[in-house]
């Protein structure tokens, strides 16, 4: 079955909802637990002092990490949806200015970032699937056919200086392969796109 935010909820859908987080909150609580356990009774209690001591700042660095991931994700989808891409790009790039490593500078890394960013309840997000006469980078799409879908091209740049042009390449790659197709043989009629391109902490959004 199921589940999304625009439902009517009663006790019983309200538990099916948030099950998948308590059972993530339990099992993270059950790893500390049972880490306490073998690192006081075979490491020492100098140890496992330490380990409480740095605890509450593990914490507090993974809260704002789901704080922007969370949060950011679900404001970005939503602006991309409503076809604002210059407000989207404007808080992708503070995401990505508060999350990421510049290390983290390579295709692969921000295809998964985007596709982890961009999963949102109501919504399936698509990776690599053959459309139209090739193959796209990630879809976005929603559980009813009335409602928006969103194609994604991702490119990675070398330079700052070619971020704009190879974000229209990517948006023009969507158009001249035709991943919209695929869509709409499937009857979504409402298919928007957009080409991203990447350069370490910064990203440029180009809507077809």
């Given at each position: 079955?199921?589940?999304?935010?625009?439902?009517?909820?009663?006790?019983?859908?309200?538990?099916?909802?948030?099950?998948?987080?308590?059972?993530?909150?339990?099992?993270?609580?059950?790893?500390?637990?049972?880490?306490?356990?073998?690192?006081?009774?075979?490491?020492?209690?100098?140890?496992?002092?330490?380990?409480?001591?740095?605890?509450?700042v593990?914490?507090?660095?993974?809260?704002?990490?789901?704080?922007?991931?969370?949060?950011?994700?679900?404001?970005?989808?939503?602006?991309?949806?409503?076809?604002?891409?210059?407000?989207?790009?404007?808080?992708?790039n503070?995401?990505?200015?508060?999350?990421?490593?510049?290390?983290?500078?390579?295709?692969?890394?921000?295809?998964?970032?985007?596709?982890?960013?961009?999963k949102?309840?109501?919504?399936?997000?698509?990776?690599?699937?053959?459309?139209?006469?090739?193959?796209?980078?990630?879809?976005?799409?929603?559980?009813?056919?009335?409602?928006?879908?969103?194609?994604?091209?991702?490119?990675?740049?070398?330079?700052?200086?070619?971020?704009?042009?190879?974000?229209?390449?990517?948006?023009?790659?969507?158009?001249?392969?035709?991943?919209?197709?695929?869509?709409?043989?499937?009857?979504?009629?409402?298919?928007?796109?957009?080409?991203?391109?990447?350069?370490?902490?910064?990203?440029?959004?180009?809507?077809?």
């Open positions: 079955m199921r589940i999304q935010l625009t439902d009517h909820f009663d006790y019983k859908r309200l538990l099916r909802f948030v099950l998948p987080t308590i059972f993530m909150i339990i099992c993270t609580s059950v790893y500390s637990i049972v880490d306490g356990f073998f690192v006081s009774n075979f490491v020492g209690k100098t140890a496992f002092a330490s380990i409480n001591l740095i605890m509450p593990l914490i507090a660095v993974g809260s704002l990490g789901f704080m922007f991931g969370t949060g950011g994700s679900a404001v970005v989808a939503k602006l991309m949806g409503e076809k604002k891409e210059k407000e989207a790009q404007k808080l992708m503070d995401v990505l200015k508060n999350s990421i490593s510049y290390y983290d500078n390579y295709e692969s890394f921000y295809h998964g970032f985007m596709i982890g960013f961009l949102a309840d109501g919504y399936e997000v698509k990776s690599n699937r053959e459309s139209g006469k090739g193959r796209f980078d990630i879809m976005v799409i929603p559980y009813e056919i009335d409602e928006t879908a969103i194609i994604i091209e991702c490119k990675h740049s070398k330079n700052k200086a070619v971020l704009k042009k190879e974000s229209e390449d990517a948006a023009k790659q969507i158009i001249g392969m035709n991943y919209q197709q695929g869509l709409k043989d499937e009857g979504y009629d409402n298919v928007i796109g957009f080409g991203i391109s990447f350069f370490k902490k910064q990203c440029y959004i180009t809507k077809i």
